[in-house]
């Protein structure tokens, strides 16, 4: 696949009716009823990235390229511990949980899949014993499947495209939207604003920097990364439609 059509499907991304949709307090919270797996599952792409190329090993030994490891630490810094617009700190994962309770957000589906996995339960097997929706089961399924076991440069593509070279472009939207109208709710205001911010001046540009650097020129690896970045804009379009089906379904 070209980059002429990997941004074909990321323009036709952009254009979901899920950014104009999400105009009244209740269908902020079936947004975020879905979303919240996204934010999840982002991290476990990140992990991986840092446990590839960074050393957490005791004895500590140093890894090859300082250069991977800096790029992708200073993404986890932020993270993990951005600031939390109130003097301290927080991962960005605490802060949407922390703007779900203040919408009044429904987290019961996401806590039935996240329990299950702290007990050391398989992410599919959770899938495979609940209902859970089918855009939101595809989602995760593909990015965890990424993260365990896909190529090194294959999870920097999908961290990319799917995720920090995508979120200021789609979270722009989203903003505008809730300022609108009454469905805006502070936090989550502060958490797209922050994304917006920390992702296109500084998380972007590093993300692409690692997936270029491993990419090292070889035309296939660079094919293939177009291919993973489609797959992962199909799916979070796949994502969004189910924000929408639940709305629709709710008459909301």
Not at 188 to 206: A, K, M, S, T, W
């Amino acid at each position: 696949m070209s980059l002429v059509q990997l941004e074909s499907v990321r323009k036709t991304l952009l254009q979901h009716p899920i950014y104009q949709e999400i105009t009244t307090p209740e269908r902020v919270k079936v947004f975020m009823k879905h979303h919240v797996f996204a934010v999840w599952d982002f991290m476990s792409l990140l992990k991986r990235l840092q446990r590839s190329v960074t050393s957490v090993d005791v004895p500590w030994f140093p890894y090859e390229k300082p250069l991977f490891s800096r790029l992708i630490n200073e993404i986890v810094v932020a993270e993990e511990s951005d600031i939390d617009g109130r003097g301290g700190y927080t991962s960005h994962f605490a802060l949407y949980l922390e703007a779900m309770e203040e919408c009044g957000a429904d987290a019961k589906m996401f806590e039935s899949f996240l329990n299950p996995l702290k007990e050391g339960k398989d992410y599919q097997i959770v899938f495979a014993e609940n209902n859970f929706p089918e855009s939101v089961r595809q989602f995760v399924s593909f990015n965890l499947d990424l993260a365990l076991n896909g190529e090194l440069y294959e999870v920097a593509a999908a961290f990319f495209y799917g995720r920090e070279g995508l979120i200021p472009e789609m979270f722009k939207p989203l903003v505008d939207s809730l300022m609108e109208t009454d469905a805006s709710s502070e936090r989550l205001v502060f958490y797209l604003n922050r994304h917006i911010e920390v992702d296109e001046e500084h998380h972007g540009p590093l993300a692409e920097k690692l997936l270029l650097e491993l990419c090292e020129n070889d035309p296939i690896k660079l094919k293939r990364a177009n291919e993973i970045g489609e797959k992962c804009l199909e799916a979070r379009s796949k994502l969004w439609d189910g924000v929408l089906t639940e709305i629709r379904d709710k008459n909301l």
